[in-house]
């Protein structure tokens, strides 16, 4: 293969990485690379202009608007303004190895970034939005938006902490040290928001998510316009949880009369949230609050949440959840989820979190000033009121007396590292347990005020003091003893417990079985299959997902039992896959999207083909689905094949600028380079601002020496993409090949900043500097 | 009344009488007013709050051993419709029971004192027949059910004030429906103003005047001493709800609080107390309100307790309940009350009165109202799942109801109308009736020493 094609092929994985992660997300409405916002509101029949904004619900509610607009979501961000910035913009430098970054304001009371890196001009970006406040107590940060040339709005690589009043960048992408703060020996680019990526609101084609950042946010592509970036607010404002409301204004104009006769008003416009049931109440605040892959866009207050997001599908793969559910990388609240007063009873967010002016009360909805008043825990848990101190053995009036210093203490989010506090207190309430806690590598709620004392000594004192502790439930006692050297019938029996209470430990359990021992097409034996069947029924849709997809995933009869036997094997109303709600069938069909790409990992390509196939019996014709086929089959060298599943997913989805661009690449390595133009072209057609679109059609003409129309495209890809660090390779090569050498040394200088791995980047770039020097 | 008149009595059988009732409440009403017929009819024998409860056992016959025989048919017939009036003890009266005939042969056996059971016509042989396991006993736990000891002397049988207190009335029900129910009372309270013992106001057939007179007199009665009924019985207004504030209001009520564990609306709903359809015909506004905040205040002795819910959700559960249609009507009484049990221990009493409703006398599950709920109540007497559950766990539920636990909501809060002691009591009379005891791991305090 030669050089252009590997790197081809390289950027083609970029791409495809991409967009498969919205395949994973589901969005077979729309499609990745498509309008997946546009359909966001319409498909809830609902637009931009149903909602009104904080201030209209004022008048009327006054005593609400005024608790929420000093409440953490009401202060949560917004336009840049000396209210609402904590960081400083007085022009003092942040210093890295290679730049000075300047935040100040200019005399018009713009807040800016001025960058000045070696070797490039300077830059001054815009801050155009400002998202949070830095009001956690565990660790508040604060972090800026400008609006990119795309029409996205991006995310700017400087966040601020407020317990550390330092500046820090967040390396993930880069060098993986999680959050660190900014210091002369980093590079500008060890930033993994350097140049920006991350986008306000949810476009495929970026692999971030920030639709939580303020209220309404839409980032929506027009096929043939480009990206239109919008916002109510960037705090989070009441339609953020009470849904759109100006049928509810209009309706409620017109206040005279007696309410009580009137039959206006028994539709007020808007569903009343005092009477939300647990899952309808969890569900308003863990669209934003908790983990969540999408499989529908549009999910508006008031709806089923299940039908826009599952919320424990992320625990395939990246596994950010700890076998008894506490934070293992980065999560947000969800794991309340496995807490024992959700599982147990029915804690909601709104038993303890006040959601107006987001204080505290006790489950009867009597105020409580502090975070840490005993109440919100006595009121259900009665009983440890009356001599605490044979509960707590603490001094009554000391900090460790308090229900929430043992049992949500606040943890650290390991991805984020130890260098910048990103603490958030535990939802899954758990008891300590020293030496199991150390051994997970979290701090207990011990240990977090008794530093000096080991965990074994802090375990013998917790032993000493309550003897036996609640034990942990099976599946998480299963998580904890599996070994991956054991068997799948062992394992099985450790992992698999259909009559667990927790849906979300019976999901861990059967994730962690499907993915260690369960191999496409060997079957299962008969009794991991039994306890399979047994969790797939289920009415959780994530469950029931899962133990189907395991099912179907397993099937030895070469897929003849197919979807249906799955549904067959699991009983229940379903007697097709036909039958089965969408809502099931999409997370289905992601889960096997999941072990086809786990499948790929492995080279197993024969098992990923057909894991792929086995989804489309269970959603036929879906363009995510055989767009993955494609990237499959483009990575075989398949290309007739990868043009078919290609051809196919477009017909079912024509908006996908990045099919098309695979599509492309396909037909440009069957040495259809007409076809290949024509579908980039196609691609830019839906999308003018796809930068990977003009990349692959300067690579067509850098391989066919036309380097005027290579270079213009090339730099139509870097404006439009300027993290794509093998454009600006190639890019550097054009220009280096017209002798150029001045304008070309610039973007081999990004290639090699951006991808420090990219080997011909290096070479090219000491090419360039050694036709340079004299 | 001497046993030659009651015998007497006995012997003449039945004479009805449809003449004299009306001049009877006149005359009652101009010589006495309302409270000479209360204390004639004998109301203290059940309520408080009322003057009287004495003189009606001087003219109430005595039954058992030492009083008059009688024969068992004529008791028999006679609780069918006992219409008579004996001029002599008049305004007073024996009110009419709604006694079917298994009850009706069950009282005979008992209050007869006609052991050798001569008096035994063909009818009742046949009803005997009929239900032969209708005894003696059953009779006297009728007679204790039905308070007859409040009127009629017996020596196996105590009477018991157990009926509401009359000295709120005028606090608690509005005046035109008192009027009407005094004249055509129906059952309140399905098992009985303690519920589960089954007792009910009698058809003492009062004529309008009557109903009036007693009316006008207890809506004029004052609270007990230092008992001044909360502001909320006067200041209170329902608000007027918009249908979207009833739907709110409604889908809280069935779905959230437990009010409807124990009370009947529409189909819906426990057999324990009033039923609450059509309650702004019955109860003053301010009542409504009140008794959901402070009922141990207004309704001395009740099992409900008060609620833990803040007062904006008490005026709207209130107003919705005011603002409904529906006529008020009575309840249907509840058959086949299981036996309570004669419990001393302050937790068997406790549990008896708040549990067994719907955990059943012995725990398990079938109390009465057991029927009328969504899920089957929690079994106590079952070892295997009591020991999973620790203590704490029982006592939170009580203090806090069972939706916390994400057990049914229809489970009441017991936590602001229990103390600590009673709710210990109960957890450890629940651990009596699982023979059980929690997880080891739950028992708090130091344990390796």
């Known amino acids: 293969m030669r050089p252009a094609a590997a790197s081809l092929a390289l950027v083609t994985l970029v791409a495809a990485a991409c967009s498969d992660r919205a395949g994973d997300a589901g969005d077979t409405v729309s499609g990745p690379g498509g309008p997946s916002d546009a359909a966001r509101y319409a498909a809830a029949g609902t637009t931009r202009e149903d909602f009104v904004g904080a201030d209209a619900c004022s008048s009327c509610h006054a005593d609400q608007y005024s608790r929420w607009a000093a409440s953490t979501h009401g202060r949560a961000g917004g336009e840049p303004d000396p209210a609402n910035v904590i960081a400083p913009f007085d022009g003092t430098p942040m210093v890295f190895r290679d730049a000075t970054v300047l935040p100040l304001v200019d005399s018009a009371g713009r807040f800016l970034f001025v960058v000045r890196q070696d070797g490039y001009p300077e830059q001054t970006i815009t801050v155009d939005g400002v998202i949070g406040g830095g009001h956690m107590l565990g660790g508040g940060t604060q972090g800026f938006v400008t609006r990119a040339p795309d029409g996205t709005v991006r995310f700017l690589p400087f966040d601020f902490s407020r317990q550390l009043a330092e500046w820090f960048c967040n390396t993930g992408s880069r060098t993986d040290e999680g959050w660190v703060p900014v210091t002369p020996e980093m590079a500008l680019a060890d930033c993994g928001d350097w140049p920006p990526t991350r986008i306000l609101g949810t476009l495929s084609r970026f692999t971030n998510c920030q639709a939580c950042h303020g209220s309404q946010i839409t980032a929506r592509l027009e096929p043939g316009a480009g990206v239109t970036t919008e916002w109510t607010a960037l705090n989070i404002n009441c339609e953020s949880c009470h849904g759109p409301a100006r049928r509810h204004v209009e309706l409620m104009a017109d206040r005279t009369g007696d309410p009580a006769a009137s039959p206006r008003f028994a539709d007020i416009g808007l569903p009343s949230r005092v009477t939300d049931s647990v899952e309808e109440s969890l569900d308003a605040c863990f669209s934003c609050h908790a983990l969540g892959d999408v499989i529908a866009e549009g999910y508006l207050p008031g709806a089923r949440l299940a039908d826009y997001q599952a919320l424990k599908l992320p625990i395939l793969g990246d596994d950010p959840y700890l076998p008894d559910g506490r934070v293992r990388t980065f999560a947000y609240q969800g794991t309340h989820l496995s807490s024992s007063c959700y599982v147990d009873g029915n804690m909601t967010c709104v038993s303890c979190h006040e959601p107006h002016g987001l204080g505290y009360w006790d489950i009867n909805r009597v105020p409580l000033a502090s975070e840490t008043d005993d109440r919100q825990c006595t009121s259900c848990h009665a009983a440890k009121v009356t001599a605490p101190e044979t509960h707590t053995f603490h001094a009554a009036d000391s900090p460790g007396a308090r229900c929430v210093s043992c049992h949500m203490p606040y943890l650290q989010h390991p991805e984020v590292g130890a260098a910048v506090p990103f603490a958030r207190s535990d939802h899954t309430i758990p008891v300590p347990r020293p030496q199991l806690d150390g051994r997970l590598g979290l701090v207990s709620a011990c ?49 698999l417990h259909p009559d667990e209470p927790g849906t979300m430990a019976r999901f861990q359990g059967l994730a962690r079985f499907l993915t260690r021992w369960v191999r496409p097409g060997e079957g299962l034996a008969p009794d991991a299959a039994d306890r399979v069947t047994r969790l797939a029924a289920s009415p959780d849709p994530d469950l029931r997902a899962l133990a189907l997809a395991t099912l179907h995933a397993a099937d030895s009869t070469r897929g003849a039992a197919g979807a249906d036997g799955a549904i067959a094997a699991a009983g229940g109303p379903a007697a097709t896959v036909a039958d089965e709600p969408l809502a099931v069938r999409r997370r289905w069909v992601m889960i096997l999207g999941f072990l086809s790409d786990e499948a790929l990992a492995r080279d197993d390509v024969p098992a990923a083909e057909a894991l792929l196939r086995r989804a489309l019996a269970v959603i036929p014709g879906d363009a995510a689905v055989l767009r993955s086929l494609g990237l499959l089959h483009n990575r075989t060298g398949d290309y007739p094949r990868a043009i078919a599943a290609f051809t196919e997913s477009l017909g079912a989805d024509p908006d996908q600028p990045l099919a098309r661009v695979n599509l492309g690449i396909a037909r440009a390595a069957s040495g259809d380079a007409a076809g290949a133009v024509r579908e980039y072209q196609a691609a830019m057609a839906i999308d003018p601002n796809e930068p990977l679109a003009y990349f692959n059609l300067a690579n067509l003409y850098l391989r066919s020496d036309d380097l005027p129309s290579a270079i213009r495209f090339y730099e139509r890809a870097v404006v439009l993409g300027p993290e794509l660090g093998a454009a600006h390779r190639n890019l550097a090569l054009a220009l280096g090949r017209t002798g150029r050498i001045e304008d070309a040394v610039p973007h081999a200088r990004r290639a090699v900043e951006f991808s420090p791995g990219d080997q011909t980047a290096r070479d090219i770039l000491a090419q360039l500097e050694a036709a340079r020097s004299p | 009344m001497s046993a030659r008149a009651a015998a007497a009595i006995a012997l003449a059988g039945f004479w009805w009488t449809a003449t004299g009732a009306a001049a009877r409440g006149a005359a009652a009403q101009e010589a006495h007013g309302g409270q000479v017929l209360i204390e004639a009819l004998g109301c203290a024998a059940c309520h408080s709050g009322v003057p009287g409860g004495e003189a009606i056992r001087e003219v109430a016959p005595p039954f058992g051993d030492g009083a008059a025989p009688m024969a068992p048919a004529y008791v028999f017939h006679y609780m069918a419709d006992p219409q008579t009036v004996r001029p002599d003890i008049a305004p007073a009266r024996m009110p009419r029971y709604e006694l079917d005939e298994r009850q009706r042969v069950a009282l005979a056996l008992f209050v007869s004192n006609d052991r050798e059971m001569r008096g035994v016509d063909q009818a009742l042989r046949a009803a005997m027949a009929r239900h032969p396991d209708a005894d003696r006993a059953e009779g006297a736990a009728l007679f204790e059910t039905l308070n007859c000891a409040g009127c009629h002397v017996h020596p196996e049988a105590q009477s018991r004030v157990t009926a509401p207190d009359l000295s709120l009335t005028g606090v608690r029900v509005r005046p035109e429906w008192l009027t009407g129910y005094l004249a055509n009372p129906v ?263």
């Open chain 1, 447 to 495: 240990r977090g005020c008794h530093t000096d004392r080991s965990e074994l000594r802090l375990q013998a004192q917790v032993d000493d003091w309550w003897g036996e502790t609640k034990p942990v439930d099976r599946v998480t006692a299963g998580l904890l003893a599996v070994t991956d050297r054991m068997g799948p019938d062992q394992a099985g029996r450790m992992l």
């Open chain 2, 187 to 449: 059952t309140i309270r399905p098992a009985g103003p303690v519920p589960g013992e089954g007792g009910q106001m009698p058809d003492f057939r009062l004529d309008a005047a009557e109903a009036a007179s007693i009316a006008d007199y207890l809506l004029e009665l004052e609270g007990p001493d230092g008992a001044d009924p909360p502001a909320e019985v006067a200041d209170w207004e329902p608000q007027a709800l918009s249908p979207f504030a009833m739907q709110k209001a409604g889908t809280l009520l069935r779905n959230r609080w437990s009010c409807l564990g124990c009370h009947q609306l529409g189909e819906d709903g426990g057999r324990i107390g009033p039923r609450l359809d059509g309650v702004a015909q019955r109860l003053r506004p301010g009542y409504v309100r009140a008794i959901m905040q402070d009922p141990a205040h207004l309704a001395p002795g009740t099992i409900m307790p008060a609620s833990l819910e803040q007062p904006d959700r008490l005026d709207l559960i209130a107003s919705f309940l005011l603002g409904r249609d529906g006529e008020w009507s009575g309840s249907e009484t509840v058959a086949d009350l299981p036996a309570l049990p004669d419990a001393t221990a302050p937790g068997a009493e406790l549990y008896a009165a708040r549990c067994a409703p719907c955990h059943g006398v012995g725990g398990a599950g079938d109390g009465f109202n057991a029927p009328f709920l969504p899920v089957t109540p929690t079994v106590h007497a079952d070892s295997a799942a009591m020991a999973l559950r620790p203590d704490d766990t029982l006592y939170d539920g009580i203090h806090a109801g069972g939706w916390i636990l994400g057990k049914s909501h229809r489970m009441p809060a017991f936590g602001a109308s229990l103390n600590d002691g009673e709710k210990r009591a109960l957890v450890a009379y629940i651990r009596a009736l699982c023979r059980c005891e929690g997880p080891a791991w739950s028992r708090d305090g130091r344990r390796s020493r």
